[in-house]
C-alpha cells in the first residue's frame, strides 16, 4: 500500500453541533487559541495591579498602607511568576501558537484538537491553583519569583505554609497542559502543512513560535522537577534544597542538601524561558514589519538560523543568573563567554529588521507603531544585558535597580509591545472588525513614552547601588534625596501607563460590535492566514480544499507584478516568481531589481 | 511534490541540499502525527529523568554524611546468605523481558496478526504489572522492615530515601500508566478499531514501553551500582 501522509487523508473534523462546543469545550484552534488568549490577559491585569500597588509604596513610602512588608514581597513573586509564565508564555504560545500556526500552516486544525482543547482547560486550572494562593493560609508565597531555597521554606518569608505548596503545584499542572500544547505545535508545524510549503517558506512567527516551543519542551521538565524536588522539602520534610539551616536559635530538621542545585535546576528553566518569550516575539515582530513596511523580510534564512542559533545557545548560558553564588572563576568566564556569544545571532535579528525598513514603502499603521518602538526597546534591553552578561560588571549591579530595568526593558516592555503589534495586527482576523486606529496610536505612544520613563531612570537607580526587592529604603547615606525624588517620578509613569492600557481595552471591546467591518486582508498581507476564504476563518479553515503554496511568505512590492504584495497561494502562472529559496544574504534581490 | 520542483529548478547539494530535505513539502518526518508526537514526548520526558539523576548526583555529594550500602540494602537471604541486590536484577530482568514481548507484539501488528498483537501486549502489560508488584514489594519491606523514610533512614544520608522514593516512585507510575496504556490499545486492536487505520498505535505504544524500560537500566545503574 502507497504511504499517503496523513495531510492528505480524510480528516474527522468535529463540527460542533451546540454553543456549548463552539464556545466552552471547543476543539478548534481559534477558540483555543482566543480562550487562551482571554484567560492570560486576565491574570496578566492582576500582575499589573499587584506591579502599581509596589510602586505606590515605593514612591511614597508611609503613606500608603495598602500593603505591608510581607505583602510587598508577596506581590513582587506573584507579579514576576504572572507575568513570565502565565501571561507572556500562555499567550505567545497558547494564544498565537494556536490560533496562527494551523493558519499560516494551511492545516484544518491542530495534530490533536482534543489534546489542545485539554491543554487550555489544565492551564485554566493550573491559574486557578496559582489564584487560590491568594485566599488561604498566609496568602500567596513572598519568596521571589525565583523561589530560592531556603528562604521559600523558612518561617519568615510569608506564605511559607501553603503559599509555597500551591505555587509550585501550579507550575506543576502548568507545565502539564504546556506540554499537551507544545507537542501539537511542534508536530502541527513538522507534519501537517499544506502542499508547497516547505519549511523555508513558513512565515518567521512560525518558526519563532517552533523553536520556543521545543525550548519549552526541554526546559520545563528542570522546572518539573525542582518543583517536586522542593514539594517534597516543603512536605515530607525531605532534603534536596535544604542544608543545615538554624532558625531563630533551633536548627531545623534539614541537613546536607544543596540550594544551589536548585538554583541551576531553576535558570536551566529560567534561561531558555526568556527565549520561550522572546523568540515568538522576534517571529511575530519579523512579520509586522516586513507587512508594513511592503518589503520582504531580510535575510529570511539567516533570519531562521538565528532563531534556532538562540533557541541552542540559550540552553548553555543559564549559570550567567548566578554569578554571585560563588562560583569559580572559570565556570563564570564560561557562562561570560557563552553569554555574549548568543548577542551574536540576536544583533543579527536586529541588523536585518532594521535592514527590512530600509528605503521600505512604511506604512505608520498602529501595529507598525508597536513594532518599531520594539526594536527601540529591544537593543536599549539588550545592550543593557552586555553589561549584566559580564562577571565583573555583574557582581556590583546585581540586585540592584539595573537588573529591574535590564530584565523589564528586554523581556517586559519588549515581548509586550509586540503582543500589542500582533494583537492589533491579527484582530481584523480574528474578529472581523477593524480596531479604532487613533486610539491604537494614543495607547502606543503612552506605553511607550511611559514605560520609557519608568524604567530608564531605573538604570541610574542602579548604578547608585539603590537594592531590589526592598519594601522600602528608609534613610541612607548612599541614597541620595534626588533617588527618592525619582522612584516618586517612577511611580507617576507607572501609574499613567497602568491607566492608559484602559485604552487598549476599551479599543478591542468597543471595536467588536462598533469596529468598521474588516476587509479579509486589510494590511495586504502576503501570508496564508489572510488568505482564508471566510473572515474570521470558519471551522475548518479552508472550506472544501486546502490551499497551496508556490512561494515564501515575503513577496511585497514584487517588480511587474498586480499588487504590492503576492499571496502565498498565488500559482506561478499568474504571478511572477521571486522565491527567496536560496536567497543570498549578501544581495538583497528585491531591490536589486527594483 | 510536482509544485514544489516548478522552483527548486537544481537539487541543491552540500547544505542546502540537507535542509531542503529535512524542511521539505508537507511533512518533515514520513510517520504518523501520533509517532512523532510521542517521539518528542520521549525527548521531552529524558530531560526530565536526566534532571532527577543529576539532582541526585548532586545531592549525593553535597551531603554531609555517608552514603549507605546499597548492595547491603537490597539484598534478600535465601537459605540464609544474603545475595546483594538479587531482587533488583529479577526486576530488571522482568523489565527487559517486557521490551522482548513488545517488540515482537508491535511485529504482529504490523502483520495484522490481531489476537496474537493482543495477546503479547498483554504479557508485556503483565511483566510490567510484575515490576511494579515487586517494586510495591521492595518499597514495603525498605519502610516497614528497614525503617527508610524520605526524610531519614538508619544508614546514613537522609537523601538515601528521599531519592530513593522519588525517583522510582516516578519511574513506578511511569510503568504502572503505561500498562493502562498498553492495555487500553490491546483491547482496541482486538475490537477491531485499527483494521482501516493500520497498527502503528502498537509500535508507538511500544515506543512508550521501551523508553520505560531504558530509563529504568539508567536508574539501576546510577543508583543500584553506583
Known amino acids: 500500500m502507497a504511504y499517503v501522509p496523513l495531510a492528505d487523508q480524510e480528516q474527522e473534523l468535529h463540527h460542533p453541533h451546540s454553543w456549548v462546543t463552539k464556545y466552552v469545550w471547543s476543539q478548534d484552534h481559534k477558540v483555543i487559541a482566543v480562550q487562551y488568549g482571554g484567560t492570560a490577559i486576565a491574570v496578566g491585569v492582576v500582575a499589573l495591579v499587584l506591579s502599581l500597588l509596589m510602586r505606590l509604596q515605593l514612591g511614597f513610602p508611609e503613606t500608603f498602607d495598602l500593603i505591608d512588608p510581607s505583602s510587598y514581597y508577596q506581590s513582587v513573586t506573584m507579579h514576576g511568576m504572572i507575568m513570565v509564565v502565565y501571561l507572556l508564555t500562555a499567550l505567545f504560545l497558547g494564544g498565537f501558537g494556536n490560533y496562527l500556526i494551523p493558519l499560516m500552516c494551511g492545516a484544518r486544525d491542530m495534530v490533536f484538537p482534543f489534546l489542545n482543547m485539554l491543554s487550555y482547560w489544565v492551564y485554566l486550572l493550573s491559574v486557578l491553583i496559582l489564584m487560590a494562593s491568594f485566599f488561604v493560609g498566609e496568602g500567596p508565597t513572598g519568596a521571589g519569583w ?111 542538601g544543596s540550594p544551589i542545585l536548585f538554583q541551576h535546576l531553576f535558570w536551566f528553566f529560567g534561561h531558555p524561558e526568556v527565549y520561550i518569550v522572546a523568540l515568538p516575539a522576534f517571529g511575530l515582530v519579523s512579520d509586522v514589519l516586513s507587512t508594513h513596511a511592503r518589503k520582504n523580510i531580510f535575510g529570511y534564512r539567516m533570519m531562521v538560523w538565528a532563531i534556532i542559533a538562540i533557541g541552542g545557545l540559550s540552553f548553555i548560558v543559564w549559570a550567567h543568573h548566578m554569578y554571585v553564588s560563588g562560583m569559580h572563576p572559570y565556570f563564570g568566564f564560561f557562562f561570560a563567554t557563552t553569554t555574549l556569544i ?88 480574528i474578529t472581523g472588525r477593524m480596531f479604532h486606529e487613533g486610539m491604537a496610536k494614543v495607547h502606543f505612544w503612552c506605553t511607550f513614552l511611559g514605560t520609557y520613563a519608568i524604567y530608564l531612570p531605573m538604570h541610574y537607580l542602579g548604578f547608585l547601588g539603590v537594592p531590589r526587592r526592598y519594601y522600602a529604603l528608609g534613610s541612607t547615606d548612599f ?67 486546502l490551499p497551496t503554496v508556490y512561494r515564501w511568505a515575503y513577496d511585497y512590492s514584487v517588480p511587474g507584478a498586480h499588487q504590492d504584495f503576492i499571496p502565498q497561494n498565488t500559482p506561478e502562472s499568474v504571478e511572477p516568481t521571486v522565491d527567496e529559496q536560496h536567497f543570498d544574504p549578501d544581495h538583497d534581490v528585491s531591490k536589486a531589481d527594483l | 511534490m510536482s509544485e514544489l520542483a516548478v522552483n527548486q529548478a537544481q537539487p541543491q547539494s552540500g547544505l542546502d541540499g540537507l535542509v531542503d530535505d529535512w524542511t521539505a513539502d508537507k511533512q518533515t518526518y514520513h510517520v504518523p502525527w501520533g509517532k512523532a508526537m510521542m517521539w518528542i514526548f520521549l525527548v ?150 485499527y483494521d482501516k487505520k493500520g497498527f502503528e498505535i502498537v509500535e508507538i505504544a511500544g515506543l512508550y514501553w521501551h523508553f520505560v524500560d531504558l530509563v529504568w537500566v539508567f536508574i539501576f545503574a546510577f543508583f543500584y551500582l553506583l
Request: with cysteine; charged share 10%; glycine share 8%.
Open chain 2, 44 to 193: 521531552s520526558d529524558t530531560f526530565i529523568f536526566t534532571c532527577f539523576l543529576t539532582g541526585y548526583l548532586n545531592v549525593r555529594m553535597t551531603t554531609t554524611q555517608p552514603w549507605p550500602p546499597q548492595s547491603e540494602i537490597f539484598a534478600l537471604s535465601f537459605g540464609g546468605a544474603p545475595i546483594p541486590l538479587i531482587l533488583i536484577a529479577i526486576m530488571t530482568f522482568v523489565l527487559i523481558s517486557s521490551s522482548g514481548t513488545m517488540a515482537m507484539a508491535v511485529n504482529m501488528g504490523y502483520r495484522k496478526d490481531k489476537m496474537k498483537t493482543f495477546w503479547l501486549m498483554c504479557a508485556t502489560a503483565a511483566f510490567g504489572v510484575t515490576f511494579v508488584s515487586m517494586q510495591a514489594f521492595e518499597w514495603s519491606k525498605l519502610i516497614l522492615d528497614e525503617g527508610v523514610r524520605p526524610w531519614g533512614n538508619p544508614f546514613g544520608a537522609p537523601q538515601f530515601g528521599s531519592v530513593f522514593f522519588m525517583i522510582t516512585g516516578f519511574h513506578g507510575l511511569h510503568v504502572s500508566a503505561g500498562v493502562i496504556y498498553l492495555l487500553i490499545v490491546a483491547f482496541k486492536v482486538k475490537r477491531g478499531d
Open chain 1, 479 to 545: 541614597i541620595p534625596q534626588s533617588a527618592h525624588d525619582l522612584n516618586t517620578t517612577i511611580t507617576i509613569a507607572a501609574l499613567f501607563v497602568g491607566a492608559s492600557q484602559l485604552l487598549f481595552f476599551i479599543n478591542i471591546f468597543w471595536s467588536l460590535r462598533n469596529g468598521k467591518k474588516a476587509d479579509p486582508n486589510p494590511w495586504g498581507s502576503a501570508s496564508l492566514e489572510w488568505q482564508t476564504p471566510d473572515t474570521p476563518p470558519v471551522h475548518g479553515n479552508w472550506g472544501p480544499e
Open chain 1, 146 to 256: 525565583t523561589l530560592y531555597p531556603p528562604q521559600t521554606n523558612m518561617a519568615g518569608t510569608p506564605g511559607h505554609d501553603s503559599g509555597i505548596v500551591l505555587m509550585l503545584l501550579s507550575l506543576a499542572v502548568f507545565i502539564v497542559a504546556f506540554t499537551m500544547g507544545g507537542l501539537n505545535y511542534v508536530v502541527t508545524v513538522l507534519q501537517n502543512r499544506c502542499r508547497g510549503l516547505t519549511m523555508m517558506r513558513l512565515p518567521l512567527s512560525v518558526w519563532g513560535i517552533f523553536v520556543a516551543t521545543c525550548l519549552g519542551l526541554f526546559a520545563f521538565p528542570a522546572l518539573l522537577v525542582s518543583a517536586i524536588m522542593m514539594l517534597f522539602d516543603t512536605l515530607l520534610g525531605t532534603s534536596f534544597f535544604m542544608p543545615a539551616v538554624i532558625e531563630s536559635g533551633t536548627p531545623l530538621d534539614h541537613n546536607g
Open chain 1, 342 to 429: 548568543i548577542a551574536v545571532p540576536t544583533a543579527l535579528k536586529v541588523y536585518n529588521w532594521v535592514l527590512t525598513l530600509w528605503e521600505g514603502d512604511i506604512r505608520l499603521n498602529a501595529p507598525m507603531y508597536f513594532a518599531i518602538g520594539f526594536i527601540f526597546t529591544f537593543i536599549h534591553g539588550g545592550l543593557t544585558g552586555l553589561f549584566l552578561g559580564n562577571v565583573v560588571i555583574d557582581l556590583p549591579l546585581s540586585d540592584t535597580y539595573f537588573v529591574v530595568a535590564h530584565f523589564h526593558m528586554v523581556m517586559g516592555v519588549s515581548p509586550v509591545l509586540v503582543l500589542f503589534a500582533a494583537l492589533y495586527h491579527w484582530y481584523p482576523k
